[in-house]
């Protein structure tokens, strides 16, 4: 059984790096309604209510791997 655990362990944690750095990029991402404008050397914004969004899907699986890999960690626990 022991060999098992390890192997649920190593995988969650596999998981979680995947994860954390995926969500990592999601945050270093600019928006699709912010451009820069070289020729001024600033941003604009092209803004309305229903065009931005708060997340994309990078972060969402980047979020759902590291839930899957607290589970993961959690039943390696609870294996012991």
Partial sequence: MEPYVTYLRL?????????????????????EYVEYRENFGDYKVRLSPDEPGEYTNIGRVGAILIAVSFTLQFFAVLLE
Avoid: D, Y
Avoid at 11 to 26: D, H, P, R, S
């Fill in 11 to 31: 995988a969650g944690l596999a998981l979680g790096v995947v994860g954390a750095t995926l969500v990592f990029v999601e945050f270093f991402q600019i928006p």
